[in-house]
């Protein structure tokens, strides 16, 4: 996937603008004075108990790439309580999720009191598909 956004990046002229990195979620990038502007995930996000009842053409991906635990929403939880420490105030957190996700996942976002939901985006079976938030500033939810 990386060489692909390189490639990407330099078939449309912006490769010197981007920096890639790879990560394990964060556990390789320090905490750092130079924060990103935007972070893109498609975090694994099915049950683990629906893995094994997969369309045959999605189960030959690795079973790291699609288990999300027990609720699906295991990545979802890791990566948006880490996020804000590595985002400039403003800055992006965008995600693909998961059939029937939308509400939960904007429920873990609400209550890190660190992000405001600014769209959610459908595919083309009108499926919630992606959700876009922006940091703010945190904000204390009793």
Same mark, same amino acid.
Request: aromatic share 10%; proline share 6%; with cysteine.
């Given at each position: 996937?990386?060489?692909?956004?390189?490639?990407?990046?330099?078939?449309?002229?912006?490769?010197?603008?981007?920096?890639?990195?790879?990560?394990?979620?964060?556990?390789?990038?320090?905490?750092?004075?130079?924060?990103?502007?935007?972070?893109?995930?498609?975090?694994?996000?099915?049950?683990?108990?629906?893995?094994?009842?997969?369309?045959?053409?999605? +189960?030959?991906?690795?079973?790291?790439?699609?288990?999300?635990? &027990? #609720?699906?929403?295991?990545?979802? $939880?890791? =990566? *948006?309580? @880490?996020?804000?420490?590595?985002?400039?105030?403003?800055?992006?957190?965008?995600?693909?999720?998961?059939?029937?996700?939308?509400?939960?996942?904007?429920?873990?976002?609400? +209550?890190?009191?660190?992000?405001?939901?600014?769209?959610?985006? &459908? #595919?083309?079976?009108?499926?919630? $598909?992606? =959700? *876009?938030? @922006?940091?703010?500033?945190?904000?204390?939810?009793?």
């Amino acid at each position: 996937a990386l060489n692909i956004a390189k490639e990407n990046a330099k078939n449309n002229n912006v490769a010197d603008r981007i920096m890639f990195l790879k990560s394990n979620l964060f556990e390789s990038l320090p905490i750092c004075h130079m924060p990103y502007a935007i972070c893109v995930c498609n975090p694994p996000y099915i049950p683990t108990q629906e893995i094994e009842t997969l369309q045959p053409e999605v +189960k030959y991906e690795p079973r790291i790439s699609l288990d999300g635990g &027990k #609720d699906g929403l295991d990545f979802y $939880r890791r =990566i *948006i309580d @880490k996020a804000p420490d590595y985002l400039k105030e403003e800055g992006f957190l965008i995600m693909e999720m998961g059939f029937n996700q939308r509400d939960a996942i904007k429920n873990i976002f609400q +209550k890190s009191g660190y992000f405001q939901i600014i769209e959610l985006i &459908k #595919d083309y079976h009108n499926i919630d $598909r992606a =959700i *876009i938030a @922006k940091k703010r500033e945190r904000e204390w939810i009793n």
